[in-house]
């Protein structure tokens, strides 16, 4: 894919072009936040497993090596392939060699941000591999070539005439039916079809647990087990921060999971696999691709304690009015924004900027990352290093001079408000983006200081 | 030096300064209120309940389904119709034929409404998913509160599956409209085994009810 990747602001823009739609999107992630709300206030002992969650993560982070090392051994105890990927290529690489030995042609998946982070999809089709996304938004958002808008809600960006048309398109659906039972169990027919032919089935992974060699994959459809259940192979792969120390932590963390969500008490299926099935192989591919430099970046790492739940993105003002695709990110949303600089910094250097820094994402975050914390400090190691347009940095700049300079802030501020007094048209014009679909209040007469000064002295 | 060895090097020099693992997390649990709970939140994400205190419901459910020419497959080895074990090594083209599975399950959590079912209990990892309606049957004994105790009741490495299954399979992937029914079981019906008419069971219910018993 060699298209050009618009910055932010610019794809945000485009996708506020279509009003109502950028409207509902809004809603109905707005929705989800507030089913999240219900779920959480539901439960008395709710901060105490956000805190919980938390510092089990923090400790996990602060004995990764001997938490992967036990994991491993008793993995491959149970029976389970242990296989250890550097860099995005190289898991793409082991999970073709896994699949060109066992000559698997058919694949079907479940959800891996993780696969979508490496590329893998593409990586595997330019070989010849079929692989068939199968829970029912990315099947629809691979259908239409597209990527997942949202972690958890991958077709969040589409409505129900676009599900209608593409499955027309695809799969034959009748056309103009909008029907969601009829569209759903339409893709169930195709979808249950394929699990029957596949000849591997590759998973995400929730949580891994050291102490028992087993791991955690949590769906709603039905899809991963489905998958890997009717078929001879098993693959499964994980950022390495999935691991957790011990089974009973699972408790703390399937608690969360699905209430931060999508409010749900827990997800239908929370699948614990241990041992391959009888006449099946069960590989685990674990994954670097740049974590282990967030680990060395102190006011970063604890980005490495995410779940994935998407909470930050349901509750983030910018990501609901911008959607998922303006990230040009695997993952999107306020956690992506702090991922992806780890990843490339030229790149991704739009995206913390992409946040009104309210903090709402941090108070919703179970496993209390300090998101908006660190999208400030990437906004300040982005200008730092030089990554930020030369535009942004001089409006900053002057900014920052204006704002450290008392009698040069007092004559701005002078100058501003009779500029816009007499010709309002000098700032509220098509060249000043911040007048797109807002107004500024009138300009008051004197500033604080000067009222301050006047009163004072009567 | 192969990938396993760079990653673990490369966190040995990266990582943090060692933090405690916390305590296990306890919750104060409100056994009096469990069983209307668990009924209320399984209705509330797809499921039917029904209580029951002998096998009567359910061997005319079975009936019923049987005499309707379903594939049915019952993993009690106490009920009638009992023939789990020939599906345990079935493929997957034969599974799809079957339309009701009922299984045991071990453990049924009260917050959540979710049952775990570990492999010794399914035969076959597939036919729980696979199937078109899927059967639960617990003992009220084994209900907890929460996914806290759950664990502590259950071991989930004795075996080398087992899933919590909260409802019949659903998506809401299209434009947020839930769908009861996705890829998996259409439906999901739980029977309760009450012991409400046993003597020993009630003297246990009125020594709870004591305020201050111990």
Redesign the interface.
């Known amino acids: 894919m060699n298209t050009v990747i618009k910055d932010h602001s610019n794809a945000a823009a485009e996708f506020l072009q279509d009003k109502e739609r950028a409207r509902w999107h809004d809603e109905?992630l707005w929705?989800?936040r507030a089913k999240r709300d219900k779920a959480a206030h539901n439960l008395d002992?709710w901060e105490?497993?956000r805190?919980?969650a938390s510092?089990?993560k923090?400790?996990t982070?602060?004995?990764?090596?001997d938490y992967?090392?036990e994991f491993?051994a008793k993995a491959k105890a149970?029976g389970v392939h242990v296989h250890?990927?550097?860099t995005a290529e190289?898991h793409n690489q082991i999970v073709y060699d896994i699949l060109q030995k066992h000559k698997a042609k058919n694949i079907v998946k479940s959800k891996s941000m993780l696969t979508e982070e490496c590329g893998m999809n593409h990586y595997l089709i330019d070989t010849g591999i079929n692989v068939v996304d199968?829970?029912?938004?990315e099947y629809?958002v691979q259908l239409r070539q597209e990527i997942p808008s949202h972690i958890v809600?991958?077709?969040?960006h589409?409505?129900?005439e676009d599900?209608s048309n593409t499955f027309h398109q695809h799969i034959g659906t009748e056309k103009g039916n909008k029907d969601?039972?009829y569209?759903?169990?339409s893709a169930?027919g195709v979808?249950?079809q394929k699990?029957?032919t596949a000849d591997a089935a590759i998973t995400g992974v929730n949580f891994a647990?050291a102490e028992?060699?087993?791991f955690v994959v949590c769906t709603?459809?039905?899809?991963a087990?489905?998958g890997?259940?009717?078929a001879k192979v098993h693959i499964a792969c994980m950022g390495?921060e999935k691991i957790i120390?011990k089974?009973?932590h699972?408790?703390?963390f399937?608690?969360l999971l699905a209430r931060s969500a999508?409010g749900?008490?827990?997800?239908?299926?929370?699948?614990?696999?241990?041992?391959?099935?009888k006449g099946q192989e069960m590989h685990i591919v674990?994954v670097?691709n740049g974590r282990?430099?967030q680990?060395?970046r102190?006011e970063f790492?604890a980005s490495l304690k995410c779940i994935r739940c998407a909470a930050c993105f349901n509750t983030c003002p910018v990501y609901r009015r911008s959607g998922g695709h303006s990230y040009h990110n695997a993952v999107a949303g306020p956690i992506g924004s702090i991922l992806a600089p780890n990843f490339d910094m030229k790149k991704n250097a739009d995206l913390p900027f992409a946040s009104t820094l309210c903090g709402s994402c941090s108070n919703v975050c179970p496993v209390k990352i300090n998101i908006h914390e660190q999208l400030w400090l990437w906004r300040q190691k982005l200008m730092q290093d030089g990554y930020v347009s030369f535009a942004k940095k001089s409006s900053m700049k002057l900014m920052a001079g204006v704002l450290g300079n008392p009698s040069l802030y007092r004559v701005g501020g002078k100058l501003a408000r009779e500029a816009m007094r007499l010709m309002p048209w000098s700032v509220n014009n098509k060249l000043n983006p911040w007048y797109k679909q807002r107004d500024l209040p009138a300009p008051p007469k004197q500033s604080f200081r000067e009222w301050y000064i006047q009163n004072k002295k009567t | 030096m192969n990938s396993q060895e760079k990653i673990i090097s490369e966190i040995r020099k990266n990582k943090p300064a060692a933090r405690p693992l916390p305590e296990a997390f306890s919750v104060v649990a409100d056994s009096e209120t469990m069983l209307d709970n668990f009924v209320a939140v399984l209705q509330s994400i797809g499921g039917t309940v029904t209580t029951i205190q002998n096998s009567d419901d359910i061997e005319a459910l079975l009936k019923q389904k049987l005499e309707s020419g379903l594939e049915v497959v019952n993993g009690l080895a106490t009920l009638p119709y009992y023939n789990l074990d020939d599906y345990t090594d079935k493929d997957r083209t034969e599974l799809e034929k079957v339309h009701t599975v009922l299984l045991k399950g071990e453990v049924a959590v009260a917050e959540n409404g979710a049952i775990w079912v570990p492999e010794k209990a399914m035969g076959n990892r597939l036919l729980p998913f696979i199937c078109q309606e899927l059967v639960l049957v617990i003992e009220e004994a084994n209900l907890v509160t929460t996914m806290h105790q759950a664990y502590q009741k259950t071991t989930v490495n004795d075996g080398g599956f087992g899933v919590f299954i909260a409802g019949p399979s659903k998506t809401a992937d299209i434009e947020q409209s839930l769908v009861i029914g996705a890829h998996g079981p259409l439906a999901l019906q739980v029977f309760i085994t009450t012991n409400a008419g046993s003597v020993e069971t009630e003297c246990a219910r009125a020594a709870r009810h004591v305020p201050g018993s111990v």
């Open positions: 109905t929705f989800v002992e105490a497993l805190n919980a510092q089990i923090e400790h982070l602060s004995m990764l090596d992967l090392l491993e149970n250890w990927a550097d190289e199968t829970d029912l938004g629809i809600l991958p077709a969040i589409l409505k129900k599900v969601e039972v569209l759903t169990r169930r979808l249950r699990f029957l647990i028992t060699g087993g709603n459809e039905g899809n087990d489905l890997v259940h009717a390495f120390p089974a009973e699972l408790g703390v399937l608690r999508t749900q008490p827990i997800t239908t299926y929370s699948s614990h696999f241990h041992q391959p099935a674990v670097n282990t430099k680990l060395g102190e790492r």
